[in-house]
């Protein structure tokens, strides 16, 4: 399968490695037989009363054998996680580089936080596909050929009776327990998935359940698939419990044909009696090889749906190509709309038919002016945000920057251009100030203190313990939403590109502080082009023009002043606004 | 444990045959036919401890099943319990992790982790006490080897430990990492720095590899220490079984049995150690999900001293106080307030005045530290806790939808409601437009994994669940405006009509609201500052006047 033969790609990049953790693996497993069956090769002659001299060679082995097993086993347990380290390193960095050109993929976004928890999870599986996968199957048949040949020496039917009880341990039990454990599995897993999310809609939704007084019924419904996965699981224990079972008969069954085949044999004189205790030991320990095949086998099952789903995401081509050659970087900055509508593209197969994000959208922002666009959520604002940073490439229509469409500019000259302060902007797990020289590493101090000003972040970090160098994220401080949007402006500012693009910059902030940010943002070099994309009419009368976005559709556009004379959308919001309280 | 044991006696049984049988045909030359009833009852003995050895999986797992199932019953009646005041607190996603998955890892730690320590325990000393009678030199090097494993192994194991913690924790950092820089991905590329992050993902991942292989160097040490001891000790004693031999101080058949028991005197041990990792992250799932089930709830269930509140209910907090437990100051103070029958009362304040906690002690989400809510004179906290809340309708900010279709969520209202019931009630709401505009109408599927509603349409969907449930007492929680006037006018209307003629209480944020409220009371940092209408307090100039501010608006 293609699948298959991709991850082992991954494994093949560290190939000596690899050789080494096998080779130890087998000698260890080597040393375990080989401790047995000499033991008991070594009992029995003594029990002949061979020689001392005789025996030496025997006694040797089996104290040799008695120590390289826990030393080998040492060393090839450091060698495979070194392979498995470097294999998840490989996974990540080659995940990184699929995603990268990728982002924002409509795929990604349809749900992000689930989908991505799930990819990060499918790599961290895939990471043991050595060690508990491929391993184990590469050990199994090295020992299982190493038995076969040294019973060969004495008698071929014993060999080949031996193999084949091998192959029914290692082949045969995992697959009789996977047939018949299939359908059971699969309605397990559909029950654990209703009971979990019946779980998380208790633990999210508790205070809506605790006042519609729905907890106990809630609590029903859990304890009733409660039940039901109980029986189900009660019943695949049965089944799974069979896999170590039936190892465990088929290793004993072994020994037994096997000495069944040998008594006669030894009676004959074909093989020397003292051999038959080292013979009954040699089958019963090349067993141990197998018995982890089951688990393996079904760990590559899970390995190979966790690539697949891998694959599926990190194959789709990139929405957007940059030119092979570029135009040189925009002489003038203004951004021009013409005639745009965007759907999210159909060939996805993540969804169903898109309805019209944007339609027919034109506006133009020249270098010293200020634009805004504002409609209720919904309308599609965002998405202009998206597109003049070129994340997609509009479904008709145009996008113009300086003159030329996007689609002629390299990577690097449309984000130098263009500084954005988006709406869920990320926080990394770093200090503040690291997360603020994102925007532009080689800021100074002075530049810094500068834009968290104008962002009205200053009062803020002066009451952090370690200022700027507090750390954030998840481990680190926790940031409202008022001042992660800071946050987002303070690094649009440092950025100052000659175009900014502001959505919703203030929309958890309260009134005093809006105002006083905006003021900040807007009065700013007179040769940037600005537009501001947002539902909170603040400060619209320095707009240049206003653009009010239903549903996808400029329905109205002006000054602040004859939009409101227009008595219409905008004037109708204003009203809105105007209800609202001070209550931020 | 029970069938583990009598497993290891199977398997003595086993290997007594075994050698015997080896020991006749080698030694004294018997045929196949000879010792064909001893090979017939070595197969016996094959299956019986294979049934043993299947018997005892089947027991274990079922034991662990009924642990994980009672245990996560138990964990959400008590999460349900403590209510949202500490679901919020808590990260849900950490609360939600631990219910579902912290539950599974209990399987490793109860169904074979502690089971496994017992047989560990006495497996070793069965098969040392039957030795010994017949063989004590054996028995002696093989217990002797015994202790000196466990001993070795906290000594080496202890070291690493502290390492190895550090180690998991800095693996889950880096898993973190991974995950934050995807999820960062937008902000990186809007940046230009989406290109020099893979360089960074690299390298974070081979320093990682690095660190974790020293500790691992010593981590391994400890199970290393185990292995050697036994192997080697096996060693000796076949070593030692020869040299007997040879002077003649031993036969055979004990020789070769001692030999094939060897093994299954450290088998438990070493099993063990391969269910250790596993056991460990279930053993701290389950100190977990107890330290959970020990924190005390917030609310009494109730003393049942009253059953039954009629018609319309007037409501008064009496110098009510309530300070969050991790917090210093008091989120409410000295609260005196009356809600009249059939009255609607607007609160309002700046956020953290403590509006939110006002609702949850009416909700009886938490209980007041001093003061006294009661309704129509009775104490709430006279009745069951559920039967008070039967009285109450709330509309929060941002309703929860649940894993089902429209209809299911809005019948929660009211079980037994009726179609027509519920689809009055969304009328009613202003919702029935938007859900008969959806591809299964009232059978589409949202919440979780459904069809996505807009702020407004939730909203106005619990305002249906509020008609259906037709309480005295109404709640309410306004969202703040994402200017949709459609959606401002649909939810204005649909409130005028919940409103009346009942007790209302609305956090409110808008002008329209606090005019068509009865009274208004304002808080301030925890305490109660003013109350009237909207005219008395705007001529007072107080606290409400400077929220209704002109500036807040643009020109008009």
């Known amino acids: ?584 | 444990m029970v069938l583990g044991v009598l497993g290891a006696a199977a398997t003595i049984a086993q290997m007594a045959l075994l050698s015997k049988v080896v020991d006749r045909v080698f030694l004294d030359g018997e045929s196949l036919g000879q010792v064909g009833t001893l090979l017939l009852l070595l197969l016996g003995a094959v299956v019986l401890r294979s049934g043993l050895l299947w018997l005892r999986e089947i027991s274990a797992e079922r034991g662990a099943i009924y642990v994980k199932g009672e245990l996560r019953e138990r964990l959400f009646a008590h999460l349900m319990h403590l209510g949202p005041g500490y679901t919020k607190g808590e990260r849900t996603g950490e609360l939600v992790a631990t219910a579902v998955e912290g539950t599974e890892r209990l399987d490793a730690y109860v169904g074979r982790y502690l089971p496994q320590m017992a047989l560990s325990a006495l497996v070793p000393l069965l098969v040392a006490a039957y030795v010994l009678p017949f063989d004590w030199i054996s028995a002696v090097l093989l217990l002797v080897s015994a202790p000196a494993i466990p001993v070795l192994m906290v000594l080496v194991g202890s070291h690493a430990e502290k390492h190895m913690q550090r180690q998991w924790s800095a693996l889950s950092r880096m898993s973190a990492h991974f995950l934050d820089v995807l999820q960062g991905l937008s902000t990186l590329k809007a940046f230009g720095r989406g290109a020099a992050e893979r360089e960074r993902v690299a390298k974070v991942s081979d320093e990682f590899r690095e660190r974790t292989l020293k500790v691992l160097r010593y981590a391994f040490l400890s199970g290393f220490v185990l292995e050697f001891i036994a192997t080697l000790s096996i060693a000796l004693v076949a070593v030692a079984l020869g040299v007997r031999l040879l002077i003649g101080s031993i036969a055979f058949e004990p020789a070769f049995l001692v030999l094939l028991l060897a093994p299954e005197f450290f088998r438990p041990l070493r099993e063990l150690g391969v269910y250790r990792h596993a056991g460990m992250e279930g053993k701290a799932a389950a100190e977990r999900i107890f330290e959970i089930l020990n924190t005390p709830a917030p609310v009494s269930p109730g003393s049942g001293a009253a059953t039954k509140l009629g018609g319309r209910l007037e409501i008064e907090l009496s110098d009510v106080e309530y300070t969050y437990p991790e917090s210093g100051r008091p989120a409410l103070s000295g609260i005196n307030l009356t809600l009249p029958a059939g009255s609607c009362t607007a609160l309002v304040g700046r956020s953290g005045a403590g509006k939110s906690t006002l609702v949850n002690l009416l909700m009886r989400f938490v209980d007041p530290e001093q003061g006294r809510i009661s309704a129509n004179g009775t104490p709430i906290t006279d009745l069951p806790v559920e039967l008070w809340r039967e009285n109450l309708a709330l509309v929060p900010q941002r309703p929860y939808l649940f894993y089902g279709t429209v209809l299911e969520n809005i019948r929660l209202a009211r079980p037994e409601a009726t179609q027509e019931e519920v689809e009055r009630a969304a009328e009613l709401a202003g919702a029935a437009e938007f859900i008969d505009r959806l591809p299964q109408g009232y059978d589409t599927g949202i919440g979780e994994r459904g069809v996505r509603l807009s702020g407004g349409e939730a909203q106005r969907l619990a305002i249906a669940r509020a008609f259906l449930k037709d309480a005295p007492v109404l709640i309410m929680d306004e969202s703040t405006s994402s200017l949709d006037p459609e959606s401002e006018r649909l939810i204005g209307d649909a409130l005028e009509l919940l409103m009346r003629d009942r007790t209302v209480l609305v956090i409110a944020h808008r002008l329209n609201t606090v005019y068509r409220a009865d009274y208004i009371a304002v808080l301030d940092d925890g305490y109660l500052v003013e109350t009237g209408t909207h005219a008395e307090l705007i001529e007072r100039e107080g606290p409400y006047a400077r929220l209704v501010d002109t500036y807040n608006r643009t020109l008009a």
Request: aromatic fraction near 6%.
């Open chain 1, 1 to 584: 399968m293609r699948v298959l033969l991709r991850l082992l790609g991954f494994l093949g990049a560290h190939r000596w490695q690899v050789a080494l953790a096998v080779v130890l693996g087998v000698v260890m497993m080597a040393s375990n037989l080989g401790l047995l069956s000499v033991a008991a090769y070594l009992i029995a002659a003594s029990a002949l009363q061979y020689g001392l001299s005789q025996l030496t060679l025997s006694m040797f082995l089996v104290q040799i054998f008695g120590i390289s097993r826990a030393a080998f086993r040492y060393l090839e347990r450091l060698v495979s996680h070194n392979v498995t380290f470097k294999l998840l390193a490989s996974l990540r960095t080659w995940l990184y580089g699929r995603l990268e050109p990728l982002y924002p993929a409509r795929l990604l976004e349809h749900r992000t936080g689930d989908l991505l928890s799930r990819i990060v999870k499918d790599v961290e599986e895939l990471e043991n596909v050595y060690l508990r996968a491929f391993s184990p199957v590469i050990v199994a048949v090295a020992i299982s050929a190493l038995t076969f040949v040294a019973l060969y020496i004495f008698d071929p039917l014993l060999a080949s009776v031996t193999l084949g009880f091998l192959a029914l341990s290692g082949v045969g039990v995992p697959l009789l327990v996977s047939v018949l454990a299939r359908r059971l599995g699969q309605r397990e897993l559909e029950l654990r998935a209703e009971l979990n999310v019946r779980i998380v809609d208790g633990i999210q939704g508790v205070q809506d359940l605790l006042a519609l007084g729905q907890a106990s019924g809630q609590q029903g419904k859990i304890e009733d698939l409660g039940r039901k996965l109980g029986r189900m699981q009660k019943r695949m224990a049965s089944i799974t419990g069979l896999q170590s079972t039936l190892n465990d008969l088929t290793m004993n069954l072994a020994m037994l044909t096997i000495l069944f085949l040998a008594i006669p044999l030894v009676n004959e004189g074909r093989i020397p009696g003292v051999y038959l205790a080292f013979l009954a030991l040699l089958v019963l320990g090349s067993f141990e090889a197998v018995q982890p095949l089951g688990t393996a086998f079904q760990f590559l099952g899970r390995s190979l749906h966790a690539g697949e789903r891998l694959f599926e995401v990190s194959d789709a081509r990139p929405q957007v190509t940059y030119p092979d050659e570029p135009l040189p970087p925009p002489g003038s900055h203004t951004l021009e709309f013409d005639h745009v509508s965007f759907r999210y593209h159909e060939d996805e197969a993540y969804h169903e038919d898109e309805a019209l994000v944007l339609d027919d959208v034109s506006f133009k922002v020249e270098p010293g002016s200020r634009v805004a666009i504002v409609g209720p959520s919904g309308s599609g604002k965002s998405t202009i945000a998206s597109l003049a940073l070129r994340f997609w490439d509009p479904t008709e229509g145009e996008i113009r920057l300086g003159g030329h469409s996007l689609r002629g500019y390299a990577e690097e000259a449309l984000r130098n251009a263009i500084g954005v302060a988006v709406q869920d902007t990320h926080l990394f797990n770093e200090t503040l100030r690291d997360n603020l020289l994102l925007a532009r590493p080689g800021a100074t101090d002075l530049e810094i203190d500068s834009a968290v000003e104008k962002a009205r972040l200053g009062e803020f970090v002066s009451s952090l313990p370690r200022g700027l160098y507090t750390p954030l994220g998840e481990q680190g401080l926790r940031l409202s939403g008022g001042e992660r949007q800071r946050v987002a402006v303070a690094r649009a500012l440092l950025r100052d590109a000659p175009v900014l693009i502001l959505d919703e910059p203030t929309a958890n902030l309260d009134p005093a502080t809006e105002h006083e940010l905006l003021a900040a943002v807007y009065e700013q070099t007179p040769d940037r082009a600005t537009l501001v994309i947002t539902h909170r009419l603040v400060h619209m009368e320095r707009m240049d023009e206003i653009l009010v976005l239903e549903a996808g559709r400029i329905v109205e556009r002006g000054t602040h002043q004859t939009l409101l004379e227009n008595n219409g959308h905008y004037k109708r919001m204003v009203d809105v606004q105007n209800q609202l309280l001070a209550t931020v």
